[in-house]
């Protein structure tokens, strides 16, 4: 289908993953199907998925409403029904966001699935019940898909040694970043830090509070760079994922509860402040498919100290200090160095800031447009 005859074509997006309230699906989904609809408004846009209503831009589209959330792909009957149900929606195109769905092969109806990461199949001791679904369901539906969408090159190579999938029908668009990312006025940095941290600089980690972000590690990377000479507090921003006990214990067993602020999940409109009122942002993660909250703090201005890991390296390219998240004392010398040396906070604010200008939603939807057309061919 060229592009002049894809100006009629009926293209559906799943939401189910918005309605289940996921944090990233939800950014991606609602991000991405705006920036579509901008892109390509002559397309009839609908909305896929369980409830009558789905938050923000989506909530315009027209809606095609199926029997159950398939954001829980070990249900079996759910994906079953579901399935049934797409088999006999009015679409050209399917394009499913968050790689949760059972695709139906239908000669009539092409589809598209976004892979974010393989943590699951990588790092199995994060999630058995997220490894035991991949087994059983992600490498067929990554067969049935027309296309695959990976958000970086790292996970399309997970998906060829994982799923063993046709690298000819995976393409590599990058996510895009908000434009509420952006460096805060310096009444919003003092605002925020005497409510944080009674008027200090700090050092700040974004992530929700799980195995895989690694926390502990940068906690006595950090108690080690205290004993020699940092003063600023760590920030630790984010919600209780699981596994999070050992961190609150380490920082008793480390004395650091004086020097470490938990603010829990932070509301999406405070985070640019957050990050833009921080001297240093680090985040040691040990797998991420594709990793926002570095590129985030480079948009608000912050200079990064970032995992060598995963997908990390293409994010923040030579835009920030990389070090592997599991050497311990190069992270403490990281923070010193960093701390101590106002030209290369400078250095890394400019760098950063525009390294993360080449990142936007508006890029990534001519990305996906391309893919649907070839989907649709």
Not at 111 to 116: D, F, G, N
Not at 137 to 147: I, L
Request: aromatic share 8%; charged share 25%; net charge positive.
């Amino acid at each position: 289908m060229n592009d002049h005859e894809s100006r009629d074509c009926r293209i559906g997006l799943f939401t189910s993953a918005v309605e289940a309230g996921h944090p990233s699906f939800t950014a991606y989904t609602a991000s991405l199907g705006e920036a579509v609809q901008r892109l390509r408004p002559d397309v009839t846009w609908t909305s896929v998925g369980p409830a009558a209503t789905v938050p923000g831009p989506l909530a315009q589209w027209p809606r095609v409403r199926v029997p159950r959330n398939l954001h829980r792909p070990l249900s079996l009957t759910d994906s079953l029904w579901t399935t049934q149900a797409i088999r006999r929606l009015p679409l050209d195109l399917l394009h499913d966001p968050t790689g949760s769905m059972l695709f139906a092969r239908r000669p009539n109806c092409r589809s598209v699935l976004t892979i974010h990461d393989l943590s699951s199949l990588t790092m199995p001791e994060v999630n058995r019940r997220g490894w035991l679904a991949h087994r059983l369901f992600g490498r067929r539906a990554c067969r049935h898909a027309d296309r695959i969408i990976a958000i970086s090159e790292h996970t399309k190579r997970d998906l060829l040694h994982h799923h063993r999938v046709s690298e000819e029908k995976i393409r590599v668009v990058p996510n895009g970043l908000s434009a509420r990312f952006q460096p805060p006025t310096a009444g919003d940095v003092a605002r925020v830090r005497e409510r944080w941290t009674g008027g200090r600089p700090f050092l700040l980690f974004v992530g929700v509070l799980q195995p895989r972000k690694n926390v502990p590690a940068l906690l006595r990377a950090y108690a080690a760079g205290r004993a020699q000479g940092l003063e600023w507090p760590l920030v630790v921003a984010g919600g209780k994922g699981w596994g999070y006990e050992p961190i609150f214990a380490l920082v008793e067993e480390l004395k650091l509860h004086d020097a470490v602020v938990f603010t829990g999940r932070v509301d999406d409109a405070e985070l640019p402040a957050l990050y833009g009122a921080a001297e240093i942002f680090a985040f040691p993660s040990l797998y991420e498919g594709f990793g926002w909250p570095p590129l985030e703090a480079m948009a608000c201005g912050t200079p990064v100290i970032c995992s060598n890991a995963s997908s990390l390296p293409e994010v923040v390219g030579d835009a920030a200090l990389s070090v592997d998240p599991c050497d311990e004392p190069a992270w403490t010398q990281a923070m010193l160095r960093l701390a101590g040396d106002a030209d290369l906070r400078h250095s890394l604010r400019e760098a950063g800031r525009r390294r993360a200008a080449q990142f936007s939603w508006e890029r990534c939807a001519r990305e996906t447009w391309a893919v649907y057309q070839e989907a649709l061919a």
